[in-house]
């Protein structure tokens, strides 16, 4: 593994501080409905950018998650099994009033449950389009220890417009940046059972400078074309706190961009992949939108200069 480089940012991993009416008009809603965000919680450097766009990302089953994987902010303990049973309802309710027009509902891990919190996810979808049948929903979940009926509880029961699970790292480095209970195997597992199910979109992350080669990505996404992922994000590695895995190095853009132009070789439908990209990330809930509203692709100018046929919803 490389050693790790010096924690100093490079220009383009300088963004600006959010801000921006609608940015101000979301966070003060999400403040006073209570609703957490893994915008938030996780110190995403888009924040700005996504809100005052009209995206954001709601965590749900609480806000301490089973597992310690060593890239990640959220915090990790043992939540005892507790479960709101009326969140599925209000977190649908708060949404009703946001100006949003794409949100991703994501979970903490909650090995506690027996399900894994699957019927939680499931039925918070339900409420969210009963109170918002426009609002289109992407469901980032956890792995469910691997179970696939609980995976299918998610597809079937919710029936989000999207469903997505992260691999988060090439294989070789799983046990390096992920918690023990985690592996490449299990999460393409994951990806693989919801297809089965008859999920219609499957996305999936990766984070790169943590220690793999260019070849090592090539590879993973090769290997996740085998399930036939359609949706791919790729994005650099930011340490969250001293206590977290270090970075091993700064991706340039220009390697980026390769793992853009193999993706999209690969047959994915769309890829993210930039060193401020995120596994949620509004040019690729852009085009979702899009495809998912069955409306004509429009250019759209992400933030590296790249045109990509998009269509924000507004």
Not at 152 to 169: K, Q
Not at 271 to 295: C, D, H, K, N, T
Request: aromatic share 6%.
């Amino acid at each position: 593994m490389s050693p790790p480089v010096s924690q100093r940012k490079p220009e383009w991993l300088k963004v600006r501080l959010p801000g921006g009416e609608r940015y101000g008009r979301i966070k003060s809603t999400l403040r006073q409905l209570d609703l957490h965000t893994v915008c938030e919680e996780a110190r995403c450097p888009n924040i700005g950018e996504c809100w005052g766009e009209g995206t954001a990302t709601i965590m749900i089953l609480g806000e301490t998650c089973t597992r310690g994987c060593r890239f990640c902010a959220v915090n990790t303990g043992d939540p005892g099994g507790l479960v709101d049973p009326r969140e599925p309802e209000n977190v649908a309710r708060a949404l009703a009033e946001l100006d949003l027009a794409y949100v991703v509902l994501t979970m903490v891990d909650r090995d506690d449950l027996l399900d894994g919190g699957a019927a939680h996810v499931a039925a918070t979808v339900r409420r969210i389009k009963h109170h918002r049948p426009d609002m289109l929903v992407e469901t980032l979940v956890g792995d469910f220890a691997g179970v696939g009926k609980d995976v299918a509880t998610v597809v079937r029961d919710g029936a989000p417009d999207v469903f997505a699970h992260n691999v988060e790292v090439v294989p070789r480095l799983q046990r390096h940046m992920r918690d023990a209970r985690c592996s490449w195997d299990r999460s393409v597992g994951v990806l693989r059972a919801a297809r089965d199910a008859g999920a219609s979109v499957l996305k999936t992350s990766l984070m790169v400078g943590c220690g793999e080669t260019e070849e090592e990505v090539f590879d993973a996404m090769a290997r996740l074309r085998e399930v036939e992922l359609d949706v791919l994000t790729i994005g650099q590695y930011l340490r969250p706190s001293p206590k977290h895995a270090e970075v091993a190095r700064f991706v340039e853009p220009a390697e980026f961009e390769r793992y853009r132009e193999r993706g999209l070789e690969l047959g994915f439908r769309y890829v993210a992949s930039g060193p401020l990209v995120r596994s949620s990330y509004r040019a690729a809930e852009a085009f979702l939108q899009g495809i998912l509203r069955g409306e004509p692709a429009a250019p759209f100018e992400d933030r590296y200069g790249k045109r990509t046929h998009l269509r924000v919803i507004e």
